[in-house]
């Protein structure tokens, strides 16, 4: 277990369809970061957020858009979506924000949008 | 840009045997090498890290890796593979710009 929470586990929706996904990180680190996994691009790095706000931009979509709260919760809010955002979509942390940080994962959720 | 380049989509082995997961990288600043294991229904965990210093880097469950600048490569070895080993592995790079590339994954099968 490596104390990074991360809900639903599971959640199936439609396409156009608009869902937030949930990550609790580990007791005392401050960024988090949401990573997309799937079969056609593999694990992809989304965002990451450091003490609540944004500190590094990878492969997000527009119609993705993420936020870090003052107790340092993180949402992933996805609209729009599309039959292609069907992932794993992984939270991890750390407890600075640097480059080489140890990043502690959580389980994922699985989006499927039908 | 960094990227990462994971030669073997999957590797079969016999336990007890040894292996080695390969991974290439390209950047044009200084790196951080990270391999992490991911095992079934499973979020990844770290095995090992390059920041710099030694070369050889050791980790978790008896595996080390190795770190060559000049051939941009940063190898996963264990000299003796468990069943318990059977998983996926991630070579992945970041920065000092905090982007983070994750290669297309190794599947490591040992058989018995």
């Known amino acids: 277990d490596s104390g990074v929470t991360q809900t639903p586990k599971h959640l199936i929706t439609a396409t156009g369809q608009r869902v937030t996904l949930r990550c609790s990180p580990r007791s005392g680190d401050l960024s988090v970061y949401w990573y997309q996994q799937s079969l056609d691009q593999g694990l992809q790095f989304l965002i990451q957020?450091?003490?609540?706000?944004?500190?590094a931009k990878g492969n997000i979509l527009e119609r993705f858009s993420a936020q870090q709260f003052p107790d340092l919760h993180s949402e992933l809010n996805l609209s729009s979506l599309e039959l292609g955002d069907s992932a794993l979509y992984f939270c991890?942390?750390?407890?600075?924000?640097?480059?080489?940080?140890?990043?502690?994962f959580g389980p994922g959720t699985r989006l499927t949008v039908l | 840009a960094q990227s990462v380049t994971q030669l073997d989509s999957q590797v079969p082995v016999f336990e007890e045997a040894p292996v080695e997961l390969r991974c290439n990288y390209s950047s044009s600043v200084s790196v951080y090498l990270f391999w992490y294991v991911q095992y079934p229904n499973q979020g990844l965990q770290l095995l090992l890290k390059?920041?710099?210093?030694?070369?050889l880097v050791k980790g978790i469950n008896g595996f080390e890796a190795e770190f060559n600048k000049s051939q941009t490569s940063f190898h996963l070895r264990k000299p003796s593979v468990h069943i318990s080993d059977t998983a996926e592995y991630f070579c992945?790079?970041?920065?000092?710009?905090?982007?983070?590339?994750f290669g297309s994954g190794t599947k490591l099968n040992v058989k018995p």
């Open positions: 957020y450091y003490n609540g706000e944004e500190r």
């Open positions: 390059y920041l710099s210093g030694s070369t």
């Open positions: 991890a942390s750390s407890e600075g924000g640097q480059g080489a940080d140890t990043q502690y």
């Open positions: 992945a790079v970041s920065s000092n710009f905090n982007k983070f590339y």
